[in-house]
């Protein structure tokens, strides 16, 4: 097996091939040609933000979107809980915060990403996500990419909801403490996944979806 010095997919030696003295599937190999006939850079030559940069672009981004989602939340609250009766118990209030926080965080991201490769946060960092070759990145990819952010968050809501068969079942409760484990693990790993990528800096949720961040150095 070889990783594709482009794409940075793990393919069988037979299906690579040295293109500019790198080792690239075919895929990457036409990326390569497609940047080179236009003038561009070449993926890997696309300058990537540094750590703190994207970490400070992130920072930013979810300084707007918690004090909106407080009132969003506020408002749910005051608007539909309170007039109608809603969610009562403990399991309900987690799942309408946890919930109403990834609906949020989905369509702050999906929307700016997608119109313009920018949230606000990437907006003051000068940086933008596009595809492995340095495009604008379609709806789908968008999509998918805003969706692994608050869909983590989600999880937990939704895992509050689950019916516990018997109250005094600590396996019941054990498996919903490892679930949220697993979710901060997730998280943990995704971000850790940047910094040991040192061509393209991908997290997880970009290898997932096929995008990459980008530092617009001009």
């Known amino acids: 097996m070889g990783q594709c010095g482009v794409t940075q997919k793990w393919l069988p030696l037979d299906d690579l091939v040295v293109f500019q003295g790198k080792l690239v599937c075919a895929e990457g190999k036409q990326i390569l040609l497609d940047r080179l006939k236009t003038g561009a850079f070449a993926p890997e030559e696309l300058a990537r933000p540094s750590a703190l940069r994207r970490f400070a672009c992130i920072f930013i981004d979810w300084l707007i979107i918690l ?16 007039p109608f009766h ?15 926080l990834s609906v949020l965080a989905f369509a702050y991201f999906a929307i700016l ?15 933008r996500v596009v595809t492995l070759g340095g495009v604008r990145a379609s709806w789908g990819k968008i999509l ?17 909801l689950l019916p516990d068969p018997d109250p005094g079942n600590m396996g019941f ?21 940047a910094l040991f ?8 949720h970009d290898r997932i979806s096929g995008t990459r961040v980008i530092w617009e150095r001009s």
């Open 144 to 160: 998918l990419r805003s969706a692994l952010y608050p869909g983590t968050i989600a999880v937990i809501g939704v895992a509050c």
């Open 86 to 100: 809603l969610f009562t118990g403990a399991p309900a209030v987690v799942t309408l915060v946890f919930g109403t």
């Open 173 to 193: 409760r054990a498996i919903l403490g490892a679930l949220v484990l697993l979710v901060m693990a997730w998280i943990l790993a995704d971000a850790l996944a």
């Open 113 to 127: 990403h997608g119109t313009s490769g920018k949230s606000i946060g990437k907006r003051v960092g000068r940086t």
């Open 67 to 82: 004090p909106v989602w407080y009132l969003f939340l506020v408002m749910v609250v005051v608007w539909v809980v309170v």
């Open 197 to 204: 990528d040192p061509i393209m800096q991908r997290s997880l």
